[in-house]
């Protein structure tokens, strides 16, 4: 079953297309599972998620194909120059420390098909603060389509080896992580488990903020909706802004009017269609033994062997990709193993959309948090 593929029904998707004109254009998709000699299935192969593509508007345009990889000139990791010491003495973690501690960074591991345009606005967040950073970004087909996801293993071993030459050049420097969804959560799980042996790095680390995350078990529904929403990006409805927003109902520095909450919140046929097939494909796929058994090494180091620093969570009953419930449960499940744990619930804002919804509360958080953070605390 799982070898076969779906290419005639998207084809079939399409042709119902010219029903649905005067309504919100569907998605056409295809979804390929590799095919063994003997005629079964088999996933030692790649499964790949490609030739997305919308349908031709009414008015006869080209079908303009989604771009699931980066420009290559684009890199996964980008290292931002620290700020000028003379601009950071008002943050906890600016100039004027003191002799103990060095400078800072901050690893922002971004969620599933971020760029490092998107992450640029948080580095510059922590730069106004005094610190420096790191991205680190993960295109759809990276995760999906090379190996299931050995690629990307291979891409965050880099990215450990940097921050630990990095942390290695001064004694004194320590790190922050920021995170985004559940991929930038297990990247950042990842990240740890390769940095099991470094116990100096990992007293390093002066605090976690996770943003739209996690979401601890394996479900299916969850990855189907994380990769639906990477590839539609801002055509899905898993995405689109609130009707009511409590801090000034305001989006990229406009008045955010909404006429009706149900076209927003409501889905087009064409991703209904991609949700259920994507949900049928991480069914089978993460419960291959090998991608099982990665996820839950890497899940088990998240939820039992976090480092002692502060954790920080943001989140949002409105967001359609991550269950607040599960956000809520697993805050629980860190306050009673003892850690400091802070959250915030922004209510209304969609997944990963809390800083351009709420720019100067988020801030307000970060700088909060920061100041929990700070060894300099009183």
């Not at 000028?84 to 100039?95: C, Y």
Request: charged share 20%; glycine share 6%; proline share 7%.
């Amino acid at each position: 079953m799982a070898a076969c593929s779906v290419r005639l029904l998207a084809a079939a998707a399409h042709r119902q297309s010219v029903v649905y004109r005067h309504a919100r254009q569907p998605v056409a998709c295809s979804l390929s599972f590799p095919r063994s000699h003997g005629g079964g299935s088999s996933f030692r192969g790649r499964a790949s998620l490609s030739s997305i593509s919308l349908p031709s508007s009414a008015t006869g345009q080209a079908h303009a194909p989604f771009n699931l990889l980066p420009p290559d000139s684009e890199p996964f990791i980008q290292w931002d120059p620290p700020p000028p010491q003379d601009t950071s003495s008002g943050s906890p973690f600016g100039a004027g420390r003191g002799e103990e501690e060095g400078p800072a960074l901050v690893v922002l591991l971004g969620w599933l098909g971020a760029r490092q345009k998107h992450l640029r606005r948080y580095a510059d967040l922590y730069r106004d603060r005094g610190v420096g950073s790191v991205r680190f970004v993960v295109p759809v087909r990276e995760l999906v389509g090379l190996d299931l996801g050995r690629r990307v293993e291979r891409r965050v071993a880099d990215l450990s080896d940097e921050i630990a030459a990095w942390c290695d050049a001064d004694r004194r420097r320590t790190l922050l992580f920021h995170t985004f969804s559940n991929t930038g959560w297990l990247a950042y799980g990842a990240v740890l488990e390769n940095l099991q042996s470094r116990a100096d790095i990992i007293e390093r680390i002066r605090g976690c903020i996770v943003d739209s995350a996690p979401v601890l078990e394996i479900r299916p529904e969850v990855w189907a909706a994380g990769f639906s929403a990477a590839m539609l990006k801002k055509s899905s409805s898993l995405t689109g802004p609130s009707a009511d927003s409590p801090d000034g109902s305001t989006l990229n520095g406009a008045l955010n009017k909404v006429n009706s909450v149900s076209d927003l919140t409501k889905p087009s046929w064409g991703e209904t269609f991609l949700l259920s097939t994507l949900h049928k494909f991480f069914e089978i796929v993460l419960h291959v033994p090998d991608v099982n058994q990665r996820l839950r090494k890497v899940l088990a180091v998240l939820s039992e062997k976090q480092p002692s620093c502060p954790q920080f969570y943001l989140y949002s009953t409105a967001d359609r990709v991550i269950p607040a419930e599960c956000v809520e449960s697993f805050i629980s499940t860190q306050r009673s193993l003892g850690l400091s744990v802070s959250a915030h619930n922004f209510v209304s804002s969609p997944h990963v959309d809390h800083y351009r919804s709420f720019p100067h509360l988020y801030s307000a958080k970060i700088d909060e948090f920061l100041k929990i953070c700070s060894p300099a605390r009183v």
